[in-house]
């Protein structure tokens, strides 16, 4: 999204969380089209590893790859946002932590990134930046995922397109900014 823009959306995500991968399918790339030139979007980690057990290992690849290239993260979270069930069905001693393991080696190459520098990150697994993001997260009441946090106002749970929209527009509102116009359904602009 836009870095100068009015409105930050602050998403606190787990890479696990099938209420997360329908978030993320809301927002991109749907809402990051209509909203991208007003509204800054970020991501957070906030692994619930109590009951997510590869959560962290996706956060930290994701992290590999964000500290070389901001498109490798996102193709990376994409997929594994709309591909938990392949992760968690992934076979064998550490084969889910395998499986992101080489997700995010394709991802460095597809994104021509430096393949060891990635590798030595991916390896390290160092899951300080992720702990440190859900201690900032829990100081700011998140409890659940996904939460989001539009303009410091709380936003709960896996919303539907159209109630996204409303606190996007709202938001956007109160920052005297117009908000992009809607296609209905039918093809109509509201």
């Not at 993320?24 to 590893?49: M, Q």
């Not at 064998?92 to 992101?100: D, E, H, S, V």
Request: with cysteine; proline share 5%.
């Amino acid at each position: 999204g836009a870095k100068d823009a009015k409105v930050v959306a602050v998403n606190y995500d787990d890479f696990q969380c099938p209420f997360c991968a329908r978030m993320h399918s809301a927002l991109f790339p749907t809402l990051l089209k209509e909203y991208g030139d007003r509204v800054l979007f970020i991501y957070k980690d906030y692994p619930l590893d109590d009951i997510h057990p590869w959560a962290i290992h996706a956060a930290v690849n994701a992290n590999c790859l964000a500290a070389q290239n901001a498109d490798a993260y996102w193709d990376f979270a994409d997929y594994v946002h709309g591909n938990q069930k392949v992760i968690t069905n992934a076979k064998g001693p550490g084969a889910r932590n395998a499986t992101l393991d080489k997700l995010a080696t394709a991802q460095g190459r597809k994104h021509n990134l430096d393949a060891t520098k990635l590798q030595a990150c991916v390896k390290a697994q160092d899951d300080k930046a992720v702990r440190a993001s859900q201690k900032e997260g829990e100081k700011i009441g998140v409890s659940a995922t996904p939460e989001m946090f539009v303009n410091g106002r709380k936003v709960d749970g896996a919303l539907p397109i159209e109630t996204l929209r409303a606190v996007f527009d709202n938001a956007l509102r109160d920052a005297g900014v117009a908000p992009p116009e809607h296609k209905s359904a039918s093809g109509d602009t509201n």
